[in-house]
């Protein structure tokens, strides 16, 4: 029977369907589905997404650490009884804080639902967190300071469409989202597109022929770029008064803090050129309808919460947010990068998008679990933190990682590889043996994406239905059961349901009442395809557009959040600004795309693209190889020789494990609001190799 499903990546989430292929080399094939987000669209990496149902290394039996060192086939018995053996063994010795969870924003709704209660209560453990804290916690911290909620974007997708300007900061969707492209065609069409980003990217290069402008900044220079837009709007009369008066609080405090960013003084710490500063602003206060969109390239930096926050002033000056055809939002990444940070992976929540230290909260979600409030932990470590607590003294002495690759992913990744080599126990459940997976204990090997079923929630906070289409092999087991199995060997209170749809239930119960509520949603209503985006409270029909008549704060009023610049680590002398991103055929750490002949074959090794100018003064050859360092590390890379970066800029794709991963040289210092790291913003040597 064909299934309607969608792409186990991104958050675009394109809808597709999958046919059964009796006797094929894949289980499936896979065709386009129209739906409002990717209307039929697929990029290379969903059209290639059933070879990983066919290959040949999958993961189909637990694998177990033998006393020579090598990973050995084991029981699901022997795997869980060890697991929880050594669970009871560290919590008698050092207390439940010993274990540590680390999820990730791919799992399902109702995965990352289970994983957070069984941290919680299978294991009594404090410390959960997830790798949406790399991708999208700063810019969740700014909507939530300023608005009160944090749902990627507050609107449907297809809203853009009619759009006259589009503010894109720090986002590829070119190659990140291709199928997204479509809905910048209209403001292309006027000649309202603007991206801002240090390299001309597939992105950039849609302001082209006169779609719009391409703005080029110094990298981690974007908040006193977006300082010197909001001083033109302030200063040059473009502020909407009367909805800044009606709908937000703060402005005096705004003023000020961009009164000193007049355009040129902005254009020497940018690099902008001031007429573009002017423009920019002018474009957008002159459009009827104006979007700004935020990626990971402005927030992810040690003030990404602050420059998203100055994002969101710009659209609040103009009376952008919550007006019709209008509005800000930040694209999340993972294919449940925004569910994933809903339903209580994150260390400092509770399903519902609420907060840990709540008592109300607390209450409300013990009912749901049954248990008592009190024996719910409080708030954890985010994840930089939780990492660097592996195998410390006092600290986690057992990982438990469901859903990351954080071996590539991490910031400065030698750190993190040697934290996991001093834990007592690393487990690690995946479907393939990752870098990560490689260094565990135990390994367990779970089901993909067309092999089960359950919910995802796509960037415009749109529930929709993942749905199974292919037999998963004998040997592998849905992450549900694992958790039931051990939560029943540990004797952990509450109930462990197995079936995504009584665990989706539970999920909507504990959510009611939230900020994300998904109390009137089931899978049988998700069925009739419905469309759920959240709060979907019992009774209603869902909330597509938030913030049309008041905002989440108790006043219904956005806050202006005046910020303030502060100078990115700088290179000094022969030194280079390392920016590292995404390439079109990966995914990620790469674990799966690197598996996908079509896709790897594509960029099949690390490759550092820099200006032909700086290679010159360097004596670097096309085609040559280049070394890149610094105090954490080197790596070494193809060279790419391309006019399209920045001259004083080198640009690293994160996709490639071991010697050619770009996190041996990223930082592990976050943002102080949000606790993501800054992988946009390095200082590196680069030197041929
Ligand atoms: N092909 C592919 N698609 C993906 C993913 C993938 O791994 N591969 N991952 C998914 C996920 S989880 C995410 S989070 C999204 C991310 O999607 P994007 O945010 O689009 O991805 P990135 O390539 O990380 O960063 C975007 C751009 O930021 C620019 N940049 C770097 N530093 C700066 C800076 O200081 N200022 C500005 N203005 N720009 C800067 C980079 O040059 C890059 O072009 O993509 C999703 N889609
Ligand atoms: N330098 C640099 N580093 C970065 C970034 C950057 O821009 N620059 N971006 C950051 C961002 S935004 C992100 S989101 C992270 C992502 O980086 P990671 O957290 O490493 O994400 P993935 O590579 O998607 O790893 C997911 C792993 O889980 C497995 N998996 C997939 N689905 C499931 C499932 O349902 N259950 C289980 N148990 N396993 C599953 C996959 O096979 C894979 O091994 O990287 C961050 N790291
Ligand atoms: S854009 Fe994202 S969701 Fe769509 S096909 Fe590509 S990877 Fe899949
Ligand atoms: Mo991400």
Redesign the pocket.
Known sequence: MSAAT?????????A?TLEPTPGERLPVSVAGRDFPT?RG???????T?AELLGRGDRLTTPLMRRPDGSLGEASWEEALDRIAAEVVRLRAESGPDAIGVFGGGGLTNEKAYQLGKFARIGFGTRLIDYNGRFCMSSAAAAANRAFGLDRGLPFPLADLDTAEAILVLGSNMGD?????VQHLQGARGRGGLVVVDPRRSTTARLTEDGAGIHVQPVPGTDLALLLGIAHVIVAEGLVDESYVADRTVGLAALKRSVSPWWPARTAEVTGVPAEQIRAVAHLLAGARSAYVLTGRGVEQHADGTDTATAAINVALLLGLVGREGSGYGTLTGQ?NGQGGREHGQKSDQLPGYRKITDPAARAHVARVWGVDPASIPGPGLPAVQLLERCGADGGVRALFVHGSNVVVSAPDVSRVRSALGRLDLLVVSDFFLSETAELADIVLPVLQWAEEEGTMTNLEGRVIRRRRAAEPPAGARSELWILAELTRRLGAPGTWSTDPSEVFDELARASAGGLSDYSGLSHALLDTGVAAHWPYPAGSAGTPHLFRERFAHDDGRARLVAVRARRPETPRGSEMSLITGRLLGH?QSGAQTRRVGELNDLAPRLVAQIHPATAGDRGIAAGSRIRLANARGSVEADVELSPDIRADTVFLPFHYAGSESANILTSARTDPHSSMPEFKNAVVTVTPA
């Open positions: 969608h792409c186990p990546y991104c958050a675009l989430q394109c597709m990717n669209g697929l990029c290379r990496k969903g059209w997404s990140t989202m291709p199928p997204f294919g995914y």
